[in-house]
């Protein structure tokens, strides 16, 4: 078993616990332990940054400061992804900063550092050798993938690869069907859902309905923050269950057999009746 630094955001942490938990079992499976970042601290996420650009680069870059550095640092948030990576690479460019981040932290900068969504690990391993005597296993699981927007970068993050496509691959290779439709990148609303929820509860309900209008039988999201508003923000009479990747992908890859439970019991679509209709569990 090989360990990974994992950093979990406050979304995982919190709201969306079934992530974190379907996540781990998920790379135990495969191989790899993940140990969560000691004493982790908000990314500043959608808030701090746009109200004070320094205490956002404090908030991130102290995150940094606490990885250690012979290992990459594995995020599955793509906002945490974001702030993160945002910060890192401000603090590479900026000398000021360095220093600002050397004070602060007593510590040197570390240029070399890996910071990884889930993500781009899944891509780098060997998927199909974990797969091979299930490529039925979802056969009958017709779904779209919803990747939200934050996985989308700002110029200064332009030449990084994003990872649309790959739920799709992974999933197909498993047995199931990616159906099309226009929402995969469509914003959810995100923190708006506190200050502003008849904002955001439109914006839910047209990428629900979407869903239900590509004949899809759930939505697989990539963002933890944008499974929450799909499910508390939706009001349409006829929802769609949506399911985290980590949970669908771990347990098409058997692993997850008596944890599922605990998983599902916090969602507020209830997606038992469509797996159980598939033999997932």
Partial sequence: MTDLTYYPGCSLATTSKENNSSLIYLFKHLGYNLVELEDWNCCGSSSAHSINSELALDLASRNLSLAPADKPLLVACPSCLLRLRHAFLHLKRDANARLHYERTWGKPFNPDLQILHFFE??????????????????????????????????????????????????????????????????????????????????LVNQIIEGAKAAKANCIITACAMCHMNLEVRCTLNEKVPVLHFSEILSLALGTGKTEYKGWFARHLVDPKPLLKALELF
């Fill in 121 to 202: 690990f899944l891509d780098q391993i060997d998927l199909l050798s974990f797969s091979k005597d299930l490529a039925k296993r979802l056969e009958g699981l017709k779904f779209v993938p919803y990747y939200g927007c934050m996985l989308a970068r700002p110029p200064i993050m332009r030449h990084e690869k994003n990872y649309h496509g790959l739920m799709e691959k992974i999933l197909a290779s498993l047995g199931a069907t990616p159906e099309r439709w226009s929402f995969s990148s469509r914003c959810c609303g995100t923190f708006l859902t506190v200050a502003r929820p008849e904002v955001v509860t439109p």
